[in-house]
């Protein structure tokens, strides 16, 4: 199968052609260094992204800011943030708390960016 | 009337930064005035990752970021004062603020420093027909909504403009269920970072319509839709036969910012209507003796890393004024913007510079394989190579004292790019 990745490492974008095998990369074309190789490597294997989202907080309408501890699998974000919104948290908390231990069975956490007093 | 040494108005980022600085220089006597409930500027309600990478080599979010310095400040113990709207400056430095505490109080203030930030282009500065409908909200407006006050501004959505602040909300809307039809931009190329339309639009299968715009709106209590239609790249004039009708209940703009300086002109500070923000020298001091000026209300920065590095040298400066140790400058050089670029700041520069400063810059085009050159009077004094220039990312240039030994009868300073347009 052919995939076309856009490389996010400078303003250039460079568009990336890649011919892949179920997890087998076959062939990469299209990056000008090194830095869109590993990307796109990176892309074509595991891609994860950081997720950043909102929590509900006891006894207010406001929104708590949370985000993953780390980069998560794309394919888990729509996962990860079903589960963000089934909890609700209780002040006060500060950042860096961990809210949600090994979010959908990742070794990622889901930790407090906000003070809320 | 309060007496204060270094008045800051505004408690974002650049804000703070300033306070910060100012306080390390030695400064005691410092005062932050923000109208709003909380310090940290707009960076309350960015709560996607991606700040801070040059400052705190790590990617904090927005609140992360701002709660680094507002700890400082605290930990300073610098005062500030929230729910506080500065309503006049005048030219001899007396502020004049309101606040349901204190109602209405003046402040002298031996310097000020102007950190008010920026706004967002409204729709009226569009002229799109439609009647006054809900549903049309800037994107700054509807990230607020969302992020701090738990709000949902509509479930189908479509987007004008392609600055960050659009494509982060196409994305966080995606998040909170909503459907995002398609990113509209006039110009053929985005006004947003490439990492930006991978991960909020491409990631979500949203298209980007470049050389598009909305031309017509529909609905007149709450929007119900919108017209799209190609323009021509070159006069960026609608295409007749290509509207595409899109249905929706939300429309985001995102089409630029504006720097808030009516407070700066009551001040009589100088506008560059380049930038929208104030003239300034190197030592970021506008036209007013002892107002200096930061952040995103000086030029419209795209990294809070650079509001942050900028503010700390107003701050620095500003106690410096105070001191009397500011060196006045009697013969400036003109920064002139040659081509492709545009608003270069500081817009002076002393011939006595002794200090290296950084030029900042917005290219107007894209750009490949370019240089950026400075010139002082009509030799080169330095180049930068660059794969590429966009009107995205800002350029940042070093200067230093040097580059003005290379031509002692210059009268202005040249900043420019070298390229073919692509
Ligand atoms: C939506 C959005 C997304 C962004 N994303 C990123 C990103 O991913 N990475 C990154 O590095 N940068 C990002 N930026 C840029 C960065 O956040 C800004 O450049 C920075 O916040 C500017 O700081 P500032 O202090 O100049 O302005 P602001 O943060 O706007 O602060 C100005 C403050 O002044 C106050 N004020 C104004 N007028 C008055 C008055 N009359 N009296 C009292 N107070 C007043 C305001 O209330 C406000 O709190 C983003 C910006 C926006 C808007
Ligand atoms: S491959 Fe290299 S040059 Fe191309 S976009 Fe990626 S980082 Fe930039």
Known sequence: ?117 | MRNVDILIIGGGPAGLAAAVSAYEAGARNILILEREENLGGILKQCIHNGFGLHTFKEELTGPEYAQRYIDKVLEYGIPSQCDTMVINITPDKVVTAVSRGAGLEHFKAKSIILAMGCRERPRGSLATPGWRCSGIYTAGTAQKFTNLKGLMPGRRVLILGSGDIGLIMARRMTFLGAKVLACVELMPFSAGLKRNIVQCLDDYGIPLLLSHTVVDIAGRERLEGVTVAKVDPKTLKPIPGTEEYYECDTLLLSVGLIPENELSTMAGVKISPATNGAEVNENLQTSVDGIFSCGNVLHVHDLVDFVSEESAKAGVNAYKYVQGQLAEDEETLEVVNGFGVSGAVPQHISKKLDEPITIMFRPRGVYKDAKVCIDVGDVQAAEKKSRILTPGEMVTLKFTPEYLRKNANADKITVRVEAQQS
Do not use: W
């Open chain 1, 1 to 117: 199968m052919i995939k076309e990745i856009t490389c996010i490492g400078c303003p250039m974008g460079c568009r990336i052609t890649a011919e892949v095998d179920g997890d087998r990369i076959l062939s990469i074309e299209g990056y000008t260094c090194n830095i869109g190789k590993k990307y796109a490597q990176e892309e074509l294997t595991l891609p994860t992204r950081m997720v950043t989202a909102l929590m509900k907080v006891y006894g207010t309408t406001q929104p708590l800011s949370v985000k993953t501890s780390r980069p998560i699998e794309k394919s888990k974000i729509f996962d990860c943030l079903k589960e963000i919104s089934r909890h609700t948290v209780m002040r006060p908390i500060h950042i860096g708390e961990v809210l949600i231990k090994n979010v959908c069975g990742t070794p990622v956490d889901i930790i407090a960016t906000k003070e809320l007093e």
